[in-house]
């Protein structure tokens, strides 16, 4: 409306205090006592009893704070906590050391066969994966806030990782171990940075179909890098599903028939003990298959001499000792060399780096809400960060949070990150003592070790629940599925990213856009659809929009509005900003030409219910002044009000004619006609008195097959 037409409603004299009893704060009164309306006549609800100012709750915590004086024992206590870990600054030795110790046992003792089957994941020998279960376990330890996560080597992250690596060079060689370290040394400089600059919420730009699709084909793809190993076959390598299939069957003809009936034995040993772990859980005991399988597959190893007399390769020879420093930047040396190398370890080292944080933080998440403490977002990227950064000087590659590890630190009744700690000194025993006897370890048992573990990663439960709750979430899904299929693991999370983000945008771009109507015996409004018995007023249009306006979707809402005034004739158009958290520059250019065009056709436009943001905005644009301050209300059902109010004496109705008593008659026999057929489809039910319980599920609504032929 214009600047002159909005002017000329505020000058028009209103009854105030006629306007004030029919308000909403008289009607809405389903939870007061029919006193309160004798004892306050004008319709005010009066302060509760429960009820104080919030300048007065502001007053009293000034001279709380001022009363109190500064303990600097205290307070270096409580900075000491946010940046120390917690058993260190309290543990309390009584209640969480046993459980500490017995997870920190129990998931080390996982974490050795897995170290080493994740390890054959990125292309390394076995050792490395042993290298990679120590050192970061210790440096997360000291620094991360989660107190059940274990970091280490996890399936997903190992093959991403050999998907960078083998960009740059060749599985076996030196050059390739070189250039995993470097790589390591990338994603922890990135992670921290990404830590210090509080770039966690990074984390949400991946939606969990998206994530659960990419999850879902990364297990097949890992499952697939695992068949050489199980079949005792030596394919060439590739970089695709699709790839890794054809070249599989190509040299299939040359299959160790013995190498597979062990890894077959195992991957059945394996899902019964995973079985039998989800019956015990609630006993608290965890029996380590991984462990089992590591102890049988060495026995099989040394008494059947599987390596000499039945071709079965073995993990072979591995270096006793803790890791030994190295210089993970020397594969980077000198920079002009190795520049090409550089730029693509770089990008493949962001993606490690966004993925291997949002695989931590949903773990830790997940325990954290679990236990009700606080989870510090940006010191977990730090951490992880740090655990990947020093873990490169020690011969580490990439690790993450590992899910299924975490699981177990739980159940074996974890409570500090001193599990953790632990951990790493049952790892470092390993290397001191075990290693000539992981030396007769059939590969065919870790290749089980992995496909058992990935098993997890295809969750077809997760695939039901997203086409029951949301089907149009499937399409996210079948994206981040599909490209990571064709495309490999680096590109299905471009293409995951990227759908998460094109999903979100299209669905601003066309919100619900919904008319409503009030609910009988109430001043509440819903949508007509969902309520066919709600009240409408003629010529007048009710509407609200359910998202923020800006740039991509006011145009959509400028169509919508039209069609609305041409389809319903509309004088008055009444908005509902509820929903509308933020508005940009675009969004008020386009909607001051809206008020405009409005005025012109002498509509009636009000709005109600406008956040505090949203009104800053609208004063600083001129909207304020352009729709009239008389046209802006505080609840949804004055503005409804003052809407009736301006018809009757705004838009003065003309006498009725002939003419437009024919057409009014033609009109109610057209609703009579429309009302019958609805009520012959049971899309309508007479009950217009009926009344409606605050309680909203207590209210009837219509299904979603109705509201599609209604709106048909």
């Not at 009820?51 to 000491?80: D, H, M, T, Y």
């Not at 279960?133 to 280490?152: A, D, K, M, N, Q």
């Not at 002009?336 to 998440?365: P, Y």
């Not at 505090?612 to 209300?633: A, C, F, K, P």
Request: aromatic content about 8%.
């Amino acid at each position: 409306m214009s600047k002159t037409h909005g002017n000329q409603i505020e000058m028009k004299t209103l009854k105030t205090s006629s306007f004030k009893r029919t308000s909403s704060f008289q009607r809405s009164n389903s939870f007061r006592n029919s006193s309160d309306s004798d004892s306050n006549p004008d319709g005010f609800l009066e302060r509760r009893e429960e009820e104080v100012s919030f300048e007065e709750v502001l007053l009293k915590r000034r001279r709380r704070n001022e009363s109190k004086k500064r303990n600097w024992k205290e307070l270096a206590l409580k900075q000491a906590k946010k940046v120390g870990p917690m058993w260190l600054i309290r543990y309390n030795y009584k209640e969480w050391l046993l459980g500490d110790v017995l997870a920190g046992i129990t998931v080390g003792v996982v974490a050795v066969p897995q170290g080493m089957a994740y390890s054959i994941i990125v292309g390394l020998d076995p050792i490395y994966g042993l290298y990679s279960s120590f050192i970061p376990l210790l440096v997360f330890g000291l620094l991360g806030t989660s107190r059940e996560t274990s970091v280490g080597p996890f399936a997903l992250i190992s093959l991403l990782a050999s998907e960078a690596l083998g960009k740059v060079a060749t599985a076996g060689t030196p050059e390739y171990v070189q250039f995993a370290f470097l790589l390591t040394f990338i994603v922890g400089i990135m992670l921290i940075l990404m830590g210090l600059f509080r770039l966690g919420f990074l984390v949400n730009f991946m939606s969990n179909p998206v994530l659960e699709g990419f999850q879902f084909a990364s297990a097949l793809v890992i499952g697939s890098s695992q068949l050489k190993y199980l079949f005792g076959v030596h394919p060439p390598r590739a970089d695709t599903f699709h790839g890794t299939m054809i070249n599989f069957f190509k040299d299939i003809h040359h299959t160790n028939w013995k190498t597979l009936c062990i890894g077959i034995f195992f991957i059945v040993f394996l899902l019964a003990i995973k079985e039998i772990n989800k019956h015990l859980a609630k006993r608290k005991i965890f029996i380590p298959g991984p462990l089992l399988v590591l102890i049988i597959g060495i026995l099989l190893g040394w008494a059947l001499d599987l390596d000499v007399k039945h071709h079965v390769d073995l993990v072979g020879e591995i270096p006793k000792g803790p890791p030994s420093p190295s210089n993970p930047i020397a594969a980077a040396l000198p920079i002009s060399d190795g520049l090409e190398n550089l730029q693509i370890l770089l990008w493949q080292g962001l993606i490690l780096s966004v993925v291997s944080f949002m695989l931590t933080i949903s773990v830790a998440k997940k325990y954290s809400e679990e236990r009700k403490y606080e989870l510090n977002v940006n010191q977990e990227l730090i951490a992880l960060g740090a655990s990947n950064l020093v873990g490169s000087f020690f011969q580490g590659f990439p690790v993450a949070g590992s899910l299924s590890r975490t699981v177990v630190n739980v159940t074996s009744g974890a409570r500090t990150q001193l599990s953790g700690l632990i951990s790493a000194v049952i790892v470092l025993a390993s290397l001191f003592f075990l290693t000539s006897i992981l030396a007769l370890l059939p590969m065919t048992c870790l290749a089980a070790i992995v496909i058992v573990a990935v098993i997890g990663l295809a969750n077809t439960d997760a695939i039901i629940d997203i086409w029951k709750i949301k089907r149009t979430d499937i399409a996210l899904w079948s994206v981040a599925f599909f490209s990571t299929l064709a495309l490999g693991i680096a590109n299905g999370i471009i293409w995951s990213i990227g759908a998460s983000i094109v999903g979100a945008i299209y669905s601003e771009s066309k919100p619900p856009i919904v008319i409503l109507g009030r609910l009988p015996n109430s001043v509440t409004y819903r949508s007509i659809m969902r309520f066919p018995q709600a009240l409408v007023i003629p010529r007048m249009t009710i509407i609200r929009m359910d998202a923020s306006l800006f740039f991509a979707n006011i145009n959509f809402l400028k169509d919508t509005l039209y069609s609305m005034r041409i389809k319903e004739r509309t004088r008055c158009i009444v908005m509902d900003w509820s929903s509308v958290n933020d508005n940009d520059y675009t969004a008020c250019r386009v909607f001051k030409m809206m008020v405009k065009d409005l005025s012109k056709d002498n509509i009636i436009l009000l709005l109600s219910s406008i956040k505090g943001q949203v009104r800053d905005v609208l004063h600083r644009s001129g909207l304020v002044e352009e729709i009239g301050t008389r046209n802006i209300l505080w609840e949804l059902d004055d503005a409804v009000q003052q809407g009736l109010i301006l018809m009757k004496e705004i838009i003065p109705q003309p006498e009725a004619s002939p003419q437009m008593t024919e057409e009014s008659e033609h009109t109610t026999i057209n609703l009579e006609e429309n009302e019958t057929n609805l009520e012959d489809k049971g899309l309508l039910t007479h009950e217009p008195e009926e009344e409606y319980s605050p309680y909203v599920f207590e209210n009837h609504e219509t299904s979603e097959n109705t509201r599609k032929q209604m709106n048909t």
